[in-house]
């Protein structure tokens, strides 16, 4: 297991043997996110939630609008963002580097 900040547990998306369609359909998905999306569906106890958090943990930070709870994008922020409006027109939203989101 790799440690990440504040001492939590990963597995490395390496590890998990196994359930290669999921793996590749999180890959292609990770590289063209026009895929729409992935649905993860199995029996309980199967490494669903680590496999996803594990290929989260390779993914670069990404920008995000300092303080929103939905990672809105600081070059064009959701206008419907129930933690917007991010910021007056004309000013520049502030920004922060996010992790990339997982379950």
Do not use: Q, W
Request: with cysteine.
């Amino acid at each position: 297991m790799t440690r990440e900040r504040a001492g939590t547990a990963r597995y490395p998306f390496s590890a998990v043997v196994g359930m290669d369609d999921l793996k590749l359909a999180l890959l292609i998905n990770a590289v063209s996110p026009s895929v729409g999306g992935v649905l993860v569906r199995g029996e309980k106890g199967t490494a669903k939630s680590t496999i996803v958090r594990a290929l989260a943990g390779l993914l670069p930070g990404v920008a995000v609008v300092e303080g929103c709870r939905f990672s809105c994008d600081p070059a064009a922020p959701d206008p419907g963002c129930p933690d917007g409006p991010h910021f007056v027109a004309g000013d520049v939203p502030p920004r922060a580097r996010g992790r990339t989101r997982s379950p």
